[in-house]
């Protein structure tokens, strides 16, 4: 695992549950570190940059997978 | 009060209690105006008379002329003939076969523009900002090739903002395109004119302001063209065939002349409550996101979101309590998309929660409503931050 990117597979869970470890991850990492949330959940793919913009963290962008998307964050801060 | 729960109906968007007016007369026209009013006799020529005076108090209510009005089964139809009817005359008319839209118009305008893409139409849907508020610049830069129909809502069902529809309709005319409403949240529950709206087309529904279910009407401005959808006889000036749905027109009538006479009065008493509960919501919930637009809005409408929560356990929770809301959240029910409104916004989807007020919310709906949320949430977090540390705790055993 390295320190500056971190994984987390969402794959099959639905809303909230994606955001909702996302928010646990992030508070937990350093700045900088790169949070990459696999999900193929629809309403995932609007609220993760929602949530971005609601807890000034950088939405670095979405990218279409075989099964859903991968979305990355980059912590700015800790909430 | 053992197994009593004293119920709340918050959810006028979806349809409103009926109107005492409405359903009185409908229920009396039920009986005496049972004739169809396209025969030559006596109980027909009352019937007749019937529908007449109910096309002229419709008009009137939104300043329109009778011979404009074309009674509908109701909003779903209105637009369905508005979109396919108004753009099928306007390519005859030799206007380009294209019909631009707004993403945050009803299924019922959207699937029919969509089902004219079959029939060599171009599409175009024109985008909103956070507030939820089509982008003119995207409508004019949209109707640059021209256009034969475009259609923007008067207000959202969804969030409540209002649209700019009188600046969309001067673009619109001056790009040589028909141009429609959909005025289903708004005609009977705020002052709707034809005139102001600078429009060609305008759909409405009964329900929506308390009148019976089932029937509608779509404005056609003197000298526009619809080609019909619903074919057979003359009836309705060529326009929609089907022996007229009288005891529902009438009642749609009554309730919308009632609610003329009433309305003044309502809207201050819905903004303020709405205010209310926005104010309590932001209080007492913290990560909770509110939409539409601040200031153009429904009065009675408040659209909300609560961040790490499931929007449809949040209404069960709420009818267990006895409150009616409605949510645009799709969670639980894994095969259908979030709102298309909440996506079209940038809005947060989850945990959504639609409350609207009308003429029989009183300010203790609201503070019931306020008491019983904010518990639910709580719980609904807790729950949610225990199934995330579960979740991460079986990927590291995995690992």
């Known amino acids: ?79 | 009060m053992l197994g009593c729960v004293k119920e709340i109906y918050l959810d006028y968007a979806s349809t409103a209690l009926p109107h005492p007016a409405g359903v009185q007369a409908a229920a009396e026209a039920a009986t005496a105006l049972f004739a169809d009013p396209s025969r030559l006799y006596g109980p027909a020529r009352r019937a007749r008379i019937a529908l007449d005076a109910a096309r002229t108090a419709v008009a009137e209510a939104i300043g329109a002329r009778p011979e404009e009005i074309v009674f509908t089964s109701g909003g779903t139809e209105s637009c369905n003939l508005a979109i396919a009817g108004g753009a099928r005359a306007a390519r005859a008319a030799r206007k380009p076969p294209r019909v631009v839209v707004s993403a945050v118009e009803h299924t019922a305008v959207l699937e029919a523009a969509r089902a004219l893409e079959a029939d060599g139409f171009e599409v175009i849907v024109v985008p909103v900002d956070n507030a939820g508020t089509v982008d003119l610049g995207a409508l004019r830069s949209a109707l640059e090739r021209g256009a034969g129909l475009v259609s923007l809502q008067q207000a959202n069902n969804e969030i409540g903002t209002v649209q700019p529809v009188a600046e969309a309709a001067r673009l619109a005319r001056a790009a040589g395109a028909l141009v429609h409403t959909d005025a289903c949240m708004t005609v009977g529950n705020i002052p709707v004119s034809v005139t102001a709206l600078g429009v060609d087309l305008l759909s409405a529904s009964a329900h929506k302001f308390g009148g019976p279910r089932g029937v509608g009407f779509l404005w056609v401005r003197r000298g526009v063209r619809v080609r019909p959808v619903l074919l057979g006889d003359d009836r309705e000036r060529h326009r929609r065939a089907g022996i007229e749905n009288l005891p529902a027109i009438v009642g749609m009538a009554a309730a919308l002349t009632a609610r003329a006479g009433e309305i003044d009065g309502e809207i201050p008493r819905l903004h303020a409550m709405a205010e209310e509960l926005r104010a309590g919501l932001v209080k007492a919930i913290p990560d909770l996101q509110i939409h539409g637009h601040p200031s153009e809005r429904l009065p009675g409408l408040v659209s909300f979101s609560v961040l790490y929560v499931d929007g449809e356990s949040l209404l069960l929770g709420l009818d267990a309590k006895g409150i009616a809301v409605h949510s645009g959240s799709s969670c639980t029910s894994s095969t259908s998309e979030p709102s298309h409104v909440l996506a079209a916004a940038g809005a947060l989807t989850q945990g959504s929660i639609r409350v609207s007020l009308g003429r029989e919310s009183t300010p203790e709906d609201v503070a019931e409503f306020l008491d019983a949320l904010p518990p639910l949430v709580e719980r609904q977090r807790r729950v949610a931050r225990l199934d995330a540390e579960a979740l991460a705790r079986a990927e590291k055993e995995v690992r």
């Open chain 1, 1 to 79: 695992m390295r320190p500056d990117r971190i994984t987390l597979d969402c794959l099959g869970e639905v809303c909230p549950m994606p955001v909702v470890r996302l928010s646990k991850v992030v508070a937990g990492a350093a700045p900088g570190t790169i949070v990459e949330v696999l999900s193929d959940d629809e309403g995932a793919k609007v609220d993760i940059p929602v949530w971005c913009r609601m807890k000034g963290q950088e939405f670095v962008g979405e990218e279409g997978r075989p099964r859903g998307w991968s979305f990355l964050v980059r912590v700015a801060k800790t909430p």
